[in-house]
């Protein structure tokens, strides 16, 4: 006895076609899913490049309290920054504060950041592209 063919030759029809519709079916519901993936793989990188301006704004603000100046290259940032709380101030033990090199790379472009400073012409195609940008929407 041949215990391979449990399924009759008129059957092996219908198992070969509900096979094919559950495959499509799968195919279906994998390619609907990529754009809310991709979606969200966009959105983490926005939120991790929030997260580490936020970081890199803490530091320059240490930086400039504890040194008077800011820094000329952001890799500065990466050295601990102690700050000695003054008077008047709860604390009263020093605050260090450093981020990590990581946290100077732009998740979405994969780039270094770099510094800029007032009257740079990179300030001005960002004004002019959020000015575009909004006048496209609509908002104004």
């Known amino acids: 006895m041949n215990h391979f063919k449990l399924i009759r030759g008129s059957e092996q029809g219908y198992a ?9 079916i799968m195919a279906l519901a994998v390619g609907s899913a990529m754009p809310s993936i991709q979606h969200a793989s966009q959105r983490q990188r926005e939120e991790e490049m929030f997260w580490n301006g936020s970081q890199v704004a803490t530091a320059l603000g240490m930086y400039y309290l504890v040194n008077k100046r800011y820094p000329t290259k952001l890799e500065d940032l990466t050295k601990p920054i102690t700050a000695v709380p003054g008077q008047g101030q709860a604390a009263t033990q020093p605050i260090t504060f450093r981020i990590r090199a990581w946290a100077l790379t732009d998740p979405i472009t994969g780039e270094q950041w770099k510094i800029v400073r007032a009257g740079d012409p990179i300030v001005n195609e960002f ?7 909004i006048a496209s929407s609509g908002m104004y």
Request: proline fraction near 0%; charge should be neutral.
């Open 16 to 24: 070969m076609l509900s096979l094919l519709a559950a495959m499509t």
């Open 127 to 133: 004004i002019q592209a959020h000015n575009a940008s």
